[in-house]
Each structure stands twice: as C-alpha cells, then as structure tokens.
C-alpha cells in the first residue's frame, strides 16, 4: 500500500520505528517493521507519521525536513547526535543534547571568534549562535534580551549557560578584569549551589538569573547575578546515592593543614551532614594522588573515587581559591567563608537525648559536648548560650499575668534535631546569599543602557520521592512553559494574523488551571499551606486534608493511590498528593512541607546568632527580622514564607523576560545512565513533547520564524546602496532589492509593516548583501535595471492611457456624425412616406400587370382586346407614378388613385381568371396534390422525434418525481431525528464534554505513563501490579488505548452503534480480505456489509494520506470539491439491513461539472470546465469517468482503481439532491462507449483486476 513507502510508528524504547502499511484497520493501521520481516504490529492512526526518503539524513534546522512532524524531529536529532552533532535548530530555538563528554575545538577562541557577527544558519548550529543572535537583537532593536536554557537535571543547562557567558564577555568585553570576574563567579556559585545527584554529577540546587550589562557602545560594563530557590533540605540530608553540596568535599579533600586543623576537619564520613550520603570524592589520577589518606572515607578507600571530567575536589578547591582573588575576595573573608561552612559541619554531629528529670526535655549527649564547642568556636557563639538555645525554646506571654514574660519551654529529642537542622539551613542559606552578594559587588557598573540575561534553573523534577524542593521547582516550570507557549506559539500567531499573512492557528495545551491550583489566592496550595503555617499547632496532614477537600473535583489534582507507581500507592490520603503538570503527574509527599515552608528560627537561636560574637556571622543575619509575616499575631512562632517569597520573586523575573526579548535552549538529557553515545528515542521524544517542541514544528510547518520591519532592512543596508536608491521609500527599497536578488516568492512574505522569512532565508539573504564588493556592483546594477524596467512600464502604461483616450475622442466625434446623419434621414423619410408607399404600391401593381400580359400571350381567345385593356391599366399606373414623383399629393390623394387603379387591375384579373380556369385548374390541383404530399412527410418525421422528446421528457420526469419523493421522505426522516434530538440534545451536550474531559485525561494518562516509566527505570522501580512485558504486549497495549480513546468520538460512536445492529461484525477482518469477500461473495447482507467497510476504511485511509502529505503540495481531489464538501458537512443516515438490500440492486447515473485544483489558477475564468460522471451500483460507485477540454479522458473501475476513486456512499455525496444532475443511462452509457470504457472494462474483466458489478455482468453478457 502506498508503493510500500516508509512511515514512522510508535516504538515504547525508541519512540519510533520505520515500517510500512501492510493493511488498514478500524482505527488502527498494520505496520510490518523494515527491519523485521513478516511481523507485524498495530498502531493508532494519529501515530503513524509520514518518513524521510533518506531516513540517515541529517538537516541543521528541522524546518528542512520535507516533513514536519514529531518522528522526523525525533530521527533527525537522533542521526546528528550519532556524528557527535549535539546542537540542532528548530527556526531560531535551539536543541542541545547533552554528549557526556568533550568534544574536541566545539567551544575554542577559535570558534569564538568564527560565530562572532555571523547571522543565524550561515554556520552550524551552535549555543555561540544563539549567543551572537541575542547581542545583535540587543544592538539592532535597542532592547534588553533574555536567554531562557530549560530542561531537566543532567541535561546539560549549567555548561551552556556558562558557554554563553563565555562568549558575550570575550566577544564584546572592554579587555578589562571585569569580564574575567564574571566568568570566574561561575565556580564560586557552583561550589556553595551544587551538588551531585541520581541523575546529575554537577547538579545546580538553586536557579539563577545571570545579567551582562552593556553601555550605550554595546560594551560590557558589569554584571548581576539573581538567585532563586536554594535546596535547604539537601545541607541536612541526602539519599544514599547522593552527596551535600560541593563546598563541604572540596574543604576536606583541598583544605591546607593548617585550615585543616583550625577548622577541626577530618574526613566527611564523620559528619552526620555528610555521611547519610555518598562520601567518596570526584578525582582523576593525579589528584587523588594528592589528597592524604586520613582525609578519605573508608567508602572512598574501598571504591575508589568517582570519575568525572568536569569536577575534581581537590583541584576545583584550588580553583575555587584563584577564582575568589580574582573576583577580589580577600584572604580573611575567604577564611571566613570557610569558617561558617565548618562550623555548619560541626553543627550537625550535636546529638541529643532524653533527660532524667520530669521536665521531658532533653540534653546533650556526652560526646557531642566537643562538637558544640567547636561550632560555638567557629560561629563565634557562647558554648553555654548555644547549649540552652538547641534545648529550650523561649515564648513571651501576651496574656494571663505580665505580658511579655519570657518563657523557656523544654524541647523534646526530636524537637531539638529540628531546631538544630534549622539552624544549620539557615546558616548556610545566609551564607550563600552572602556569597552571591559578594559576587555582584565584584563587578558593578554605575549606568547600564540594555542588559542579556540568561535563566539557569532546575528543570522539571520527578523522583520517587518528592518534597517541597520539587514542588517549588516543578511550579517554576509550569510559569516558564507558559511563558513559553505565550511567547512562541501565542504571540506569534496573533502577529502573522496582525500582519495579514494567513497562516493556520496552532492549538497548544493551556496549563493556566495547574498554575491556578498552585499560586491562586485563598484556594491555592502556597496560600493554604500558609494559612497552615500561621496555625498555633501545625500539621501536615491537617494541611493535605485542606488541600484535597478545597480541590477535591479538580482535574489537576488527585490522591496518591491513583499514581502509576506501586510505591506511591501506599501513601496515605493525607499525607501527599498528585499534581498533573505539563510533563506528566507528580506524586508529592508532603511531610515537612509546613516546617520547609517557614524561613524563620525559633527566637532563641534567631536571637544567638544575631547577637554572634564575630563580626561576619553578625553580618549575616542583619535585616532578618524585616521578612517576618506581617499577619502573625503578638506571642506566636515567627513565619516567614518560604512559598510565598519564591513565588513573588518568580513573578518579578517574568516580568522582566517579558520586557526583554527572548531565545531559547532547550537541553536534552540523551539517557538516563549520564554515559556518551546512547540515544533513548522513547525518553527524549518525551522530554522534546513536554518541553512544546513537537507545537512548535506545527507553527513553523505554514510559519515564517525571522522577520525585519521595512525600515530596518533599510537601515541595514542603505551604506551598501548608492546615494540615488537611499532615496526610495522603505518599502519599495527592500521590494527592489528582492527583486533584484530574484529570491523564491516562497521564502518570503511582505507584511503590513514588516517582511517575513521562511527558516534560514533571512540569513542567505544577509549573506547576499554583505558578500565581496564586485557582487554588490552586480547587485545595484540589478536594481537599477529593475527600477528604470518599473518606470518604463509606468511611462508605457501612461502612453498607452493618452492614446486610449484619443482614440476613444475620435470614436466619439464620429459616433455623432453618424447620429445626425441617421435623424436627417429619419425626418426626411417621415415626411417623405406618403409618396414613397404610393411608389412602392404602384410598382407592386405594374409588376402585377406584367404577370397580366403574360397570361394573356397564352389566350387563345379575345386576346387583342383583352391586350389593349392591359395595356391601357399599364399607362393609366405609369401616369399614377409620374404624378406622384412630379407633384405634392396627400395620402388621401394618392389612396384615392391607387384604389381606382386597383379595382381596374382586379376587374382584369377577373375576366382572365375565368378564361384561364379550366386551362389552369388540373394544372394547380396537381401542384397542390404534390405539396400536400410533402407535408405529410414532414409531419410524419416531426411526429416521430416529438415522440422521442416525449419519452424523454417523461423518464426524466420519473426521475425527478422519484428524487422528489427521496427528498420528502428525507425531510419526513429529518423530521424525525431533529425530533428525537431535541429529547437527545442535553444528553449528547454532556456527552461530547465528557468526551474532552476523557480525551484530556488520556493524554494525561499517557504523559503520565511515560513519566512513571521513566521515572521507574530511573529508580530500578516497576510499574504497578505487573511483571515486565515485552515490546509486543507493551506495543499492543498502546495500540490499545489509542483504538479507546479514538472510540470516543462521535463518529465512531455512531459507527459502532451501527454496527451493533448489524449481522456481520467485520472489524477484525483485513483490508485483503474484505476485497477478496467482495469479488467472491454469494451472501447479499455479508457482501453489503464488506462494501460499507471496504469503502470505510478506504475514507480512514485517506485521510491519513491527506495528514501527511508534502508540503508545499496540492491534495488528490477524487471527486469534485462540491461532493466532499457535502459529506464533510452531512454525516451518513443509518439504514435498516432491508433499504440497504433494497439500495443495492438500484443503478444509477450522474453528471456534474468539474474542473481539477491544479486547473483553476491556470485557467481563472473556469473556461475549461470539464465533466465528472459516475455510475453508482447500489450505494457505491462501480465506474467514473473525468472528461476535460486538452486531455484525454480518465477511466476508472471499481476494483482496479479504488485508491482513485470516490469512497463516498451516494447517501453521503449529496448527488441525489442536486438537481439535473442525475442523467439516462443511456446518455452514460454513449459517453463510456465513445471515450473507450468498454474496451476499458472489458481488459480490467480479463485481468481479474474488477469487481463484480452491474457494469461487468451487462458487459460479460454481452461478449457471450
């Protein structure tokens, strides 16, 4: 089928697969494998994608694919990374997957300064491209631009960010130590913000929003650093494959001795804040060398330590150390910094236990009492001081007694390990923040005319277990891919609407309602979990419960049984949550949720550490008081909202990436298991959906991605034209040079106010006008030509005009000689007319005498006399005529003459009449027996062919009664059903709804799906209440649920229900098998309902085809345009088995004018219109035939040529009620026989290629 043309169908590991359509199902397609012979599988028809010619081609923008779609994205991608090609374009959006090695000269000065000033697609793609495109955005539109790098962890956003921080401070520096201080910062941030996970070695735990400034001369001047989100939670804790952040490691592999032993340090798997995680360090040969054996763990000692070629704990501790003096942090706040990173360590190896007295607080453990001391050393606290404050925790009375007594309530073991954690997480958020402020005031500026900022944060987050952290993150996410859709999909198609340029609406799914759940007021998760915080006694599951009962119906939200994951299945209503995000459902488990939610300290510790003895703690922790909730009540805990802070800060950066112009990165993680050269389809296919690229090749399909207003281009360009074309207008200056560069009219489009390009174009046409300056000579002098070529056709046009106008004056002047000289003639004539009649009648009497002498030369009798009698009459006429010319006579006058002169002549004539009557009389009645038997000849033919009308007049008139009756007992039907949908119509409303609400919730589902599989290989899970399946049974599941959710539509719906009702159930049957019943079949109900099928499926089939076409190519027209409008309008009648019985042994013959799409814009005024006849046997057709003027006629038979014919039912073409278009068979059957359709047929008989029809049999009777 379809010549055995390659497709791409679903695959669950690799996303896709090639193969090709072996037979057409219900609502699936067969596919058989190309790499796998005679095995074939089910896929859904909206997942079978059109293939490349050359599947192992590779294009750098995906635009320039033949065909745009998610599987050629998904090959192309995955062909380029093969040949280490990890940057790819779709328009001016850049993908980066992630190679997991170095490549070799991908990021040198060398390729620096290659990209530097180059337009978009001259060269390949690259993260340095993007870097260039957005400083000459900034520079050509003086606005502040944004680069927003997305995508999961692991995916590679640090390194790009830190490359296009690279190439901006290199490229447009001011060879000033500022530009090294902002590419040194980086490593001082990544140490205090990264950390190593599961699925990222160098992971970023915080998001930042990092500003190059540039002054009026679009130079860098200075940079600002903004920071969002630090994961508090991991300082405390991580999982067993995890480790804290960079900074502890590093000062235990790299510290000096001598800051060794006045920090106290030893190796980390002596402190709790370290060792509940991965304690073995990153190192390569030589630096694991060179770290001492007293500082390793004995984990590190026994596995060695871990690989990695971007970090190195020992060197980056040495790295780090340049990078702070070169970004001017001195030796003593250095020692500082890691001074409170020391003391945090210390801080968490405070154990606890419970005390003897009755008070039920607790104490410090024995050997704990030397880590106190040296954290209380460290962080410049009071031993004692700190002691009392980790146990005890002070409130102040506001009512009962004296307000404002002060309290000291005894802390339980666990209450304490809390207080001491937020101690250490406070510390240390302080301490970075102190980090980043440090950072900015290394390079600062005092004016700035425009800004880049690039966006680094967390992407989209989903672990078997998930917290707040994840929640926050995943919340961002959802604002950054709405800002996304807004900026890629919304505003661009409100712009080609703006600009008049016609290109189809993309639809995108809206996650406004997930954003509402999270962010709204009130009824929002932030402002309950706020509400909850506010609370004298808090809960978690207080705070669950709230949030499961407020959105109970909401269709983002559910409980966590209904997860995909058996290990979320036994979390307890109250204790989580499923949130469905853009990217598939998230199971949140929302213990510590309330205590992560609350930034502030109890008021004992708050009140120690502000009060520290060292001057750099004390700093720390100014102005904190200034950030406690203005709602809280006199006497309660202090809260400042962890949540509620995120989220205006989240709103403030979208603010400002809405003012600025914006590009994207969007990075892709190639696999799960961090290693190079392994390409997972099935996961990136997943990561390229959920992150809008697949909407995004839908846009760009019909879309024009680069655009310039008219007085850009003209700006741009004007010093390279000659000083007589600057004169031109923008716009007919920028139409001269296309048409000068002779350019596609494809490629290009010209708005209201701006011209559009096609992917790519605008750079080649860049290139063109910056090219060698001998091209640019041959260039004006082609506008010239073009130009003085406009003007001449103007000036022929206004010399044609003159001459028209002149020779239209002359037409006119003799148009007016010729009116006056026919109203003289006219008034002449009238006054005239008397005596000219009087003329005319006397000569018409004269000729009459003439005929008299005649007759009298014959008599034989009284010819003298009668010959002076005719000759006299002659005379007295010429007289008459004379007297007439000579003198002026009335018409009186003249009638009197005349009237006398014709009685003479009548007297004459009577007198001969009776002498020549028996000579004349046998001669006349002989003629006239002669004529009279001519005329009954005539008669008779005349008779005959008014009968041959008469039948004709009288079938088509059978006809046009049987239409009409159709027609009356089609309304009476009609009638009937708006009757029965009246009662129905509530019902269907809420049916179709539920329909949507379904079809939302299996795309849902199956995102999900795709999540927990991912999330399940990730975490050697599996997925829920199954044991592994294969890739057949995975396969036919998702074929499965695709044949559902497709069954779900109304006309499906209206199918099946038919097919309740009928017989023969053929849905399982194939397309081979359907034809063969058809050509072989006795039974009249099975062979009807394999023609109902077979042409059903043929309708499937083609509108799939119709799907994925070529672009830029007309679709095939089967039957006029007419026809299939009316079937797409008028869904098909359901018949009972008895009238499609009936139906079937009907013949009938139409024909409609028809003129092909290909035809009507060569031939506009529809001048060679051609004809369309079919013959319908029953309710499908069995012949057609196309006859257009200049081409030979196109025969079809049913059988031979079904993919090129009509597969409409005659119920569903309408024609029956079209009028005048149903025709004779005879006047079919003239047409088929003079074209050669029996000669046609006949070989089709031969060739076993046509179905049984009425046509076959009339004509194998006939041959016999």
Known sequence: MEDGKAVWAPHPLDGFQLGSIIDIGVDTLTI???????????????????????????????????????????????????????????????????????????????????????????????????????????????????????????????????????????????????????VEANPLLEAFGNAKTVRNNNSSRFGKFVEIHFNEKNAVVGGFVSHYLLEKSRICMQSKEERNYHIFYRLCA???????????LISPDNFRYLNRGCTRYFANKESDKQILQNRKSPECLKEGSMKDPLLDDHGDFNRMCVAMKKIGLGDVEKFDLFRVVAGVLHLGNVDFEEAGSTSGGCVLKNKSSQSLDYCAELLGLDSDDLRVSLTTR????????????????????????????????????????????RVNQCFPFVTSSFFIGVLDIAGFEYFEHNSFEQFCINYCNEKLQQFFNERILKEEQELYQKEGLGVNEVHYVDNQDCIDLIEAKLVGILDILDEENRLPQTSDQH??????????????????????????????????FIIRHFAGAVCYETSKFVEKNNDALHMSLESLVSESKDPFVRKLFEGTNNMKDTKQKAGKLSFISVGNKFKTQLNLLLEKLRSTGSSFIRCVKPNLKMTSHQFEGAQILSQLQCSGMVSVLDLMQGGFPSRAPFHELYNMYKNYMPAKLTRLDPRLFCKALFKALGLNENDYKFGLTKVFFRPGKFAEFDQIMKSDPEHLAVLVKRVNHWLICS??????????????????????????????????????????????????????????????????????????????????????????????????????????????????????????????????????????????????????????????????RRLKAEMEMKRKQEEVERKKQEEEERRLQAELELQITADREEDALKQTLLEQERRDRELAMRIARSESDLIADEAPMDTGIKREEMAKEMSDYLARSPQVQATKAAAGIKKHDLSKWKYAELRDAINTSCDIELLAACREEFHRRLKVYHAWKSKNKKRNTEAEQRAPKSITDYAEQNPPQLHSRQQEITQNRTQRYFRIPFIRPADQYKDPQNKKKGWWYAHFDGPWIARQMELHPDKAPILLVAGKDDMEMCELSLDETGLTRKRGAEILPRQFEEVWERCGGVTYLRNAIENKQARPTYATAMLQNLLQ
């Open 791 to 952: 003007r001449w056709k103007k000036v022929q046009w206004c010399s044609l005009s003159v001459i028209k106008l002149k020779n239209k004056m002359s037409y006119r002047a003799l148009a007016c000689i010729k009116m006056q000289k026919t109203v003289r003639m006219w008034l002449c004539k009238r006054k005239h007319k008397p005596r000219i009649d009087g003329v005319v009648k006397g000569k018409s009497l004269k000729q009459r005498v003439n005929r008299m002498i005649e007759v009298v030369k014959a008599l034989k009798e009284g010819k003298a006399e009668m010959n002076k009698q005719v000759q006299d009459l002659d005379s007295s006429i010429d007289s008459f005529i004379n007297k007439i010319k000579c003198t002026i006579m009335t018409r009186v006058e003249i009638d009197k003459e005349y009237a006398g002169l014709v009685r003479r002549s009548e007297q004459l004539l009577s007198g001969l009449q009776k002498k020549k009557q028996e000579e004349e009389e046998a001669e006349r009645l002989r003629a006239i027996q002669r004529e009279m038997e001519r005329e009954q000849s005539r008669r008779e033919e005349e008779e005959r062919h008014h009968k041959q009308e008469e039948e004709d």
């Open 543 to 576: 705070f669950t419960s709230a949030v499961h009962q407020k959105h109970k119906d909401h269709f983002r939200l559910t409980i966590p049984r209904k997860s995909k994951l058996t290990v979320h299945r036994n979390i307890r209503d109250d204790e989580g």
């Open 394 to 437: 002070v409130m102040l009375t506001t009512a009962g007694g004296a307000k404002g007594t002060v309290i000291k309530v005894p802390l339980k073991v666990e209450q304490a390990n809390n207080a001491r954690d937020a101690l250490a997480k406070a510390v240390y958020s302080h301490l970075f923040d102190h980090v980043v402020k």
């Open 254 to 264: 790299g510290a000096p001795e001598e800051i060794r032993q006045k920090f106290h």
């Open 32 to 182: 058989e494998p190309l790499n796998q012979k005679n095995k074939t599988f089910l896929a859904p028809v909206n997942q079978v994608f059109s293939a490349e010619e050359d599947s192992k081609k590779d294009v750098e923008d995906n635009c320039g694919l033949m065909y745009l779609n998610e599987a050629t994205l998904l090959n192309n991608i995955r062909v380029r990374y093969s040949k280490d090609k990890i940057y790819t374009y779709v328009a001016n959006i850049l993908i980066a997957i992630n190679p997991y090695f170095d490549i070799p000269k991908l990021y040198s000065s060398d390729s620096i300064q290659k990209y530097k000033g180059k337009s978009l697609g001259t060269l390949p793609p690259h993260v340095f491209a993007i870097a260039d495109k957005t400083y000459r955005d900034m520079k050509v539109h003086k606005l502040s631009q944004s680069i927003i790098v997305s995508g999961e962890s692991g995916a590679g956003k640090t390194e790009n960010t830190k490359f296009v921080l690279r190439y901006l401070t290199e490229s447009y520096g001011t060879s000033q130590d500022i530009d090294e201080r902002i």
